[in-house]
């Protein structure tokens, strides 16, 4: 089945460090969606992104919606402890179903 | 509310046992969805529903079975366990907004 290239895999910076992970697709599509998982939980959204272009914050999180549809990138800013986890890129073509393609994610540790 | 829930959290099996994991979400969202996540694989989608009574396959449905005869319910049996379906479960559900909330996740294990 179709999954999005997301990279990097892993990171592991210093924590007051930024950082930076995208997904690119062969597909086009009409949303990107950014969640985080953290050990033992369910994905939690982080940012969701409609438009080509479309530059979004939530906090210290900046996610954008790339201007030819088929890649999203999050930043984030400054780094602490507690931003350890899973990142994953979502897209969706849109449509009745709603169905959604995930990226293989970006594992971050961050060193205090 | 509480959003999405999921039972049982944890359950080992043996080859060839059946079970059913029950998603329920009180968000009173249309959609609902199976995903396994393995290891380096992301989450894959097993099976979706749009509506009550409606279900349909993911990207692998195969060895799972779905029933959403309730709205707020989405269920997932295993009629007979391998161990390939050692994983964890995650439910979601979403309403006419594109973004999908995660309930906590079922860890199976198959012997």
């Known amino acids: 089945g179709q999954q999005l290239n997301q990279s990097p895999q892993s990171m592991f910076i210093q924590e007051g460090e930024d950082v930076s992970m995208n997904c690119t697709s062969s597909s086009i599509f009409n949303t990107w969606l950014w969640y985080k998982q953290d050990p033992g939980e369910g994905p939690v959204l982080l940012i969701a992104l409609y438009k080509a272009g479309e530059l979004t914050s939530n906090g210290r999180l900046t996610a954008q919606f790339g201007i030819t549809r088929k890649d999203s990138f999050l930043n984030i800013s400054a780094s602490i402890p507690s931003d350890v986890g899973i990142y994953f890129c979502?897209?969706?073509?849109?449509?009745?179903?709603?169905?959604?393609?995930f990226g293989t994610g970006t594992l971050l540790t961050v060193q205090p | 509310n509480a959003g999405v829930t999921q039972t049982p959290k944890f359950r080992v099996l043996k080859t060839g046992q059946s079970m059913t994991l029950l998603c329920a979400q009180d968000m009173n969202h249309e959609y609902m969805y199976w995903y396994r996540q393995d290891p380096g694989m992301g989450l894959r989608l097993i099976h979706y529903s749009v509506g009550e009574g409606t279900t349909a396959k993911g990207e692998v449905p195969d060895g799972y079975n779905v029933s959403r005869l309730k709205k707020q319910n989405f269920l997932l049996g295993l009629e007979s366990a391998a161990p390939s379906q050692t994983s964890v479960y995650f439910c979601?559900?979403?309403?006419?907004?594109?973004?999908?909330?995660f309930g906590p996740g079922t860890r199976l294990t198959v012997l």
């Open positions: 979502a897209g969706l073509y849109g449509g009745a179903t709603n169905k959604l393609i």
């Open positions: 979601a559900s979403n309403g006419q907004g594109k973004e999908q909330f």
